[in-house]
């Protein structure tokens, strides 16, 4: 019992001393790769869409990328990709000016509602999250917008639609794209 005491009086006063390190580094944010610019089409190299070709809306307050196929001509849809998973070519477009409303905002999920113990195991029965009317409008709208400047530019189009994939022999780092 004494030694259990002696452990205990050592150790308390450690756990309630607990204190965070100090973080010195600065919010910056992010850079932009040179090779993007809001207008260049991308590839893109993971999630759902990965060997489509996009074109860049702009940079994000967030760091990421806003892109679109657009929906229209290849089924990309307004998404928010990091530049790290994304190939800048060297293919470019003239955008027009495009809505205020694109912000970190629209892509908010709603929280999930926590459960209580007796639906914790009851069968899960929500229906799949619907993608709203006002992101559909907004599309269209974008897609109004970004579709006739794609097709200023001679064969973008099917280039757009085309899937980027790689054969055998093909080595992305000895690429010009």
Do not use: C
């Amino acid at each position: 019992k004494q030694w259990y005491q002696r452990r205990v009086a050592i150790t308390a006063g450690t756990e309630d001393s607990k204190k965070p390190l100090n973080n010195r580094r600065k919010v910056k944010p992010t850079k932009l790769r040179s090779t993007i610019v809001p207008g260049s089409v991308v590839i893109m190299l993971a999630g759902s869409h990965r060997g489509k070709r996009a074109v860049v809306l702009k940079q994000l307050p967030s760091g990421l990328l806003l892109v679109t196929g657009p929906y229209k001509i290849n089924g990309v849809p307004l998404r928010r990709v990091d530049q790290a998973y994304v190939i800048a070519t060297s293919t470019s477009v003239e955008l027009p000016a495009l809505p205020d409303t694109l912000t970190d905002a629209l892509f908010k999920r709603k929280a999930k509602p926590t459960k209580n113990e007796k639906e914790m195991f009851v069968e899960n029965t929500a229906e799949e999250p619907k993608i709203s009317a006002e992101k559909i409008a907004l599309q269209k709208e974008v897609d109004a917008l970004v579709v006739p400047a794609v097709k200023s530019v001679d064969m973008l189009q099917s280039y757009l639609r085309s899937v980027f994939t790689l054969r055998k022999g093909q080595y992305p780092h000895e690429m010009k794209f």
